[in-house]
């Protein structure tokens, strides 16, 4: 769909129409992807648990604890986070729920900061669903022989074989002894690679065990948006004990890491069309007249020292207020940058797709590549025609080419949003029309991606038995626009944007001398 690039008066109409054409067109690419869905899947009913989670501010009580939780070893309770572990050596703390839950599906979002002076840290961090409070013990200052799951953010490297940081789901029946030497990859039941270690903003993890499926998505920590997410890993198949209690823990040794936890929520899941059920009980009036009146008082200190700070600053009353409202220019460029955002979020969700689609591959190879060594030790016994095995080999190849292009496609979206957060940092107010141009032409390499998306999805429904698909070639670059002339583009954007906010600094500073 063409738009049109004319300079306009007003930026904001263009912006709010290429804006909302990126994302009609980024919300049909999204939904042709998924494998095997017709239509959109529909999302599951959440209800968010208070006496099972935490946040701050006002986290611990008066006594130190912790609300509906207990806390053991090294942890420290603060106002607005629990340390789990200071930078010290030889530590190991937790906290768990002082009740069991028995949800059938659930999901819980953790916030938390690793942080440390060195270039490596030590041992690392765990998210615990199990059926006994490991309240101490080997495996990250938990108990071993755990029954349940636990999904662990280890930052040390113990197999010396440079995977590390790394994030590994592990499952147990009670009998199983966690693999310390190994950092647990010979019981992994999903793995992803994540640098979590001293990040601008805190990592977030949400862990969703939803129709006996369990999904972890990571927050990198890179952007302060709470809803950017990526995929990390997932365990089908998975069964877990009914009851159990949550917890968290983490341990240091050699090396060590502060281990902050700001937040643990959890959310009860209804599958849709059921009823969800009703609360476990309402809470007793004493609380609710106790929350009242520490609010009641919490309001009358607030106004106290606004009182007290209007007394002492009575020159802020008199400021005049054309500075609270922003200028038209300002807003220009808000709205340019709420639409570079709009777009990179975008790219982000069909990032994370991508991700989904290239595991499901790799799966697939993996069974093939069984299939196949045990029709090739058969077809040595005589016992396999040359056909089959001339058939065989052309899946296994077809799989490996797809899984290929998969990963050569997931590389061009990381590219992308390399680029389009360079952009967002650079910033660019040189021009209404330079603007649109610029959004035009990442619109048209986006719909040329969706189209090969496409195309890909409807090879593999067509071939469904042999599970392989020919990703197309990536379609060459437009002569409009080159990588060199790109880049160059964008530092004279941003020469000019720093000259225009120079410009209005000294014009705003010659104009006050006359006042």
């Known amino acids: 769909m063409a738009v049109s690039t004319a300079r306009r008066p007003a930026a904001s109409a263009p912006v709010l129409v290429i804006t909302f054409l990126a994302t009609l067109i ?13 239509a959109p899947e529909e999302l599951p009913h959440r209800r968010f648990e208070y006496k099972y989670s935490f946040k ?3 986290l611990s009580q008066p006594d130190g604890g912790i609300p509906f939780w207990i806390h053991t070893g090294n942890a ?14 030889s530590q190991k703390g937790s906290v768990w729920t002082k009740n069991k839950v028995s949800f059938a599906h659930w999901e819980a979002e953790v916030t938390f900061r690793v942080s440390g ?27 071993d022989q755990w029954n349940g799951v636990g999904i662990f953010f280890d930052s040390f490297d113990n197999d010396g074989k440079k995977n590390n940081p790394s994030i590994v789901v592990v499952g147990n029946n009670g009998k199983l002894v966690y693999d310390h030497q190994n950092d647990g990859t010979t019981q992994a039941l999903g793995t992803c690679l994540r640098d979590f270690r001293n990040k601008p903003y805190p990592i977030r993890a949400k862990i969703t065990y939803y129709r006996k499926t369990l999904t972890v998505m990571i927050n990198n920590g890179f952007t302060p948006d709470r809803d950017d997410y990526e995929f990390c890993t997932k365990v089908d198949n998975m069964v877990l004990p009914a009851d159990g209690f949550f917890g968290i823990s983490a341990a240091t040794g050699g090396l060590a890491d502060d281990h902050d936890v700001l937040s643990f929520l ?36 607030l106004d106290k020292k606004k009182e007290e700070f209007q007394k002492e600053h009575p020159s802020v009353q008199g400021e005049p207020t054309d500075d609270m409202y922003e200028t038209v220019s ?27 689609i290239l595991d499901e591959q790799r799966r697939y190879v993996s069974v093939i590549t069984t299939e196949v060594t045990k029709k090739g030790m058969n077809a040595e016994s005589g016992q ?26 997931r590389t061009v979206f990381h590219e992308s949003l390399k680029q389009m957060g360079s952009a967002q940092h650079q910033g660019n107010a040189a021009g209404t029309y330079e603007t649109v141009q610029h959004f035009n032409d990442i619109k048209e390499h986006l719909h040329t991606v969706k189209r090969d998306v496409e195309h890909l999805v409807q090879r593999s429904a067509q071939n469904p038995a042999e599970k392989a698909v020919k990703c197309p070639d990536p379609p ?39 006042f």
């Open 384 to 409: 396999l025609d040359p056909a089959s095995q001339q058939q065989l080999g052309s899946v296994i190849n077809n799989q490996q080419e797809v899984l290929k292009n998969l990963n050569e496609l």
């Open 330 to 356: 300002d807003r220009e460029i808000r709205q340019v940058f709420e639409g570079q955002n709009q777009i990179h979020l975008e790219i982000k969700q069909l990032h994370r797709q991508l991700a989904m």
């Open 266 to 301: 959890t959310f009860t899941l209804t599958e849709p069309g059921q009823q969800p059920p009703p609360p476990e009980s309402e809470i007793p009036k004493e609380e609710k007249d106790k929350y009242q009146e520490e609010f009641q008082n919490f309001q009358q200190e």
């Open 476 to 514: 060459p670059m437009p002569a409009c626009l080159s990588t060199l002339h790109f880049v160059i583009f964008i530092i004279v954007q941003s020469v000019l944007f720093f000259c225009y906010i120079m410009y209005k600094s000294q014009q705003e500073a010659a104009a006050k001398k006359f």
């Open 56 to 58: 701050g501010p006002h």
């Open 76 to 89: 420290i309770p603060s106002a607005d986070q629990v340390r789990i572990t200071p930078s010290l050596r």
């Open 117 to 143: 002076r060195g270039r490596m840290g030590a041992d690392g961090l765990a998210v615990w669903f199990t059926t006994d409070q490991g309240l101490d013990g080997p495996v990250y200052g938990a108990a």
């Open 26 to 38: 980024f919300r049909g690419g999204v939904g042709d992807v998924a494998p095997g869905a017709s």
